[in-house]
Structures are given as C-alpha cells and as structure tokens.
C-alpha cells in the first residue's frame, strides 16, 4: 500500500498525558500537512513541511503540540498535557509540489 | 469567520437522478477548489478540482461548476448512485492546491435506491 499512512488509528488517553502520532508520507511527495477534524466540521489546518522545513502554523496549534518532519521523510505531531478539547480526528496528508494532497486515514484522539 | 461554507448539512437524492452541492467562499484569494469525499472512519478522498482560470471541470459523473463573480461554486453527480453516499467537502486555496487547505463543514449525501 502506497497511501498516507498514519498511527495508531485510535487513542484514548487520560487528561494530562502527552501523546505522539506518526504519519507516513507518500514517497515522493515533499509536502505533508497535519489537519484536525472535529464532528460536524470540516478539517481544520495546523501546520505544514515542506520537505523537513516547516512552513506555516495555524493559531490553532497552542504551545502544547509540536511537529517535527526529521528527514523530510515521515513527521509526527505531539500533544503535551493532553486536554479533553483536544479530542479530534487528526488528519495527515501529503502532496507534491504539483498535485493534490492525499490524506491518511486518520488518528482518532480521545482524552477521558 | 468560516471562508469556505457549505449551507446543506444534508442532501437526500435517489439513486440515477442529479445530485447538486453547494459552495460558497468569502475570500477572493482563493483561486483553486477541490471536492472531498469522506466515507465514515475513513480519510477524505480527492474527488475533482478547478482552477479559477476555468468554470467548468467534468470528471466521468462527476462535474464541478466555478462562478468567480458569486463565489460559488458547485458539484454535480449524475447519475447518482447508492455508493456515492458519503459526507462531500469542499475545500479553497491560494496558489496551485499546494497551500493549506480551508475546508468547508461538509454535506452529506445520502442516495436512496
């Protein structure tokens, strides 16, 4: 399989715990970009790499979480002291410079 | 303050008619629009584009429709099918689709056989 791959697909976390997901890019594709989704809205941007640069943050993305692409192969987004707002579907995609972004399946995040 | 907006929650359609969904954007940088498929537990799915420099772009069933001077912009399924259930977003960006993505809240279809 060749698509966006993302892990764990589920999460459940206590209030206060730190937690990490790792996405996995398509191959050749040099843009990767973590969304949020939450129910009833559309996915909601938080940051973007191109390649292991990033590029641009959302004012959505406190202090708590922090990205990191190493490499500018596979990146993971970490959620310090975790927050039941922070309960989401966390979106990875990847493009090239020219295509569209294809998305992973998701991390589903839910802190108790 | 939502750039993107999708004023149906929900669409019920049977199955070989047309079904319509809406868009509207509020930001005239956007020059570029995707559609997104999204079935339940799973990532969405590109489903079209168009660039503003077109107001038209078919793909098999699938047509999306631009009109620059409404900000509006629509995707038209034809005919509709039971598999095309699924909750469509539509999504903005400036530049070539390579800039983050502003989605709208998306409307669920729902084909009835």
């Known amino acids: 399989d060749t698509g966006v791959s993302q892990n764990p697909r589920h999460k459940i976390t206590k209030r206060g715990q730190n937690v990490t997901f790792r996405c996995d890019p398509i191959s050749e594709h040099n843009r990767l970009y973590w969304y949020r989704q939450t129910l009833g809205q559309g996915p909601e941007f938080l940051t973007y790499f191109q390649n292991e640069a990033q590029l641009e943050k959302s004012r959505l993305l406190s202090d708590r979480f922090s990205a990191e692409r190493p490499k500018g192969s596979f990146s993971t987004l970490e959620i310090q002291r975790t927050e039941q707002g922070d309960s989401a579907m966390y979106l990875c995609a990847s493009s090239r410079r020219d295509t569209e972004a294809f998305f992973g399946q998701g991390t589903r995040l839910t802190v108790v | 303050d939502q750039q993107v907006k999708q004023n149906s929650p929900s669409l019920s359609v049977q199955e070989g008619r047309i079904s319509i969904l809406n868009c509207d954007y509020t930001?005239?940088?956007?020059?570029?629009f995707l559609w997104y498929k999204k079935y339940p537990a799973e990532g969405p799915t590109f489903l079209i584009s168009?660039?503003?420099?077109?107001d038209k772009n078919e793909d098999g069933r699938f047509t999306v429709f631009l009109n620059k001077s409404a900000k509006h912009l629509s995707l038209h399924i034809v005919p509709s099918q039971p598999g095309d259930s699924a909750v469509y977003f539509c999504?903005?960006?400036?530049?070539?689709?390579?800039?983050?993505?502003?989605f709208g809240k998306g409307t669920r279809l729902s084909v009835i056989a």
């Open positions: 930001n005239s940088m956007f020059d570029y």
């Open positions: 168009i660039s503003s420099i077109k």
């Open positions: 999504a903005a960006s400036r530049g070539t689709g390579n800039t983050p993505l502003v």
